[in-house]
């Protein structure tokens, strides 16, 4: 999926697209990249999510692209203004893998399991359906998204390459 019009998505960024361009964010361990897409306004959103709620934030000024509750809606917005309609969205959602073996179940620990429920709580609350997933597990991903096909290429060392 290579192209000349790669956007590059940071850690805790997010980015949009319209008509062409390829999102594209590396580095998904417990983090989880979230990419919204209408179709017919070729617009697509991705954001790299790598907590799950913005309740915990310390910083003085707070990165809105880091927490899943604050991630969503402002992707949204973004989109919105290049003529995305909420009730044309359409998710898929990579990474949130649990990249250490913790003894116990302490929640806390359970980063990616707890940042892919709080994308898709959001997610819920907007009415976005989730159309595919590639989640959980225990190795990392890089995530490419085509805003002409809509296709989302999942990349890991353990398993090569899927379009989702």
């Not at 998710?91 to 620990?109: H, R, S, V």
């Not at 980063?111 to 959980?136: F, Q, W």
């Amino acid at each position: 999926m290579i192209q000349d019009k790669t956007i590059k998505v940071g850690m805790a960024d997010l980015n949009t697209a319209h008509v062409t361009g390829v999102l594209k964010t590396t580095g998904l361990g417990s983090c989880v990249g979230v990419t919204l897409y209408d179709s017919r306004a070729k617009v697509a959103g991705m954001a790299h999510v790598m907590l799950p709620s913005s309740a915990i934030a310390r910083e003085g000024a707070m990165n809105i692209a880091k927490y899943a509750d604050t991630a969503i809606p402002s992707m949204i917005a973004k989109m919105e203004l290049l003529g995305a309609v909420l009730s044309r969205l359409e998710a898929k959602l990579a990474g949130g893998a649990q990249m250490f073996a913790f003894a116990g179940n302490n929640d806390t620990m359970r980063i990616g399991p707890r940042n892919v429920e709080s994308c898709k709580e959001m997610l819920k609350k907007y009415s976005i359906p989730v159309k595919a997933e590639d989640t959980g597990a225990n190795y990392g991903r890089t995530i490419e998204f085509d805003c002409e096909t809509g296709i989302l290429l999942v990349r890991s060392v353990q398993l090569g390459s899927k379009e989702l």
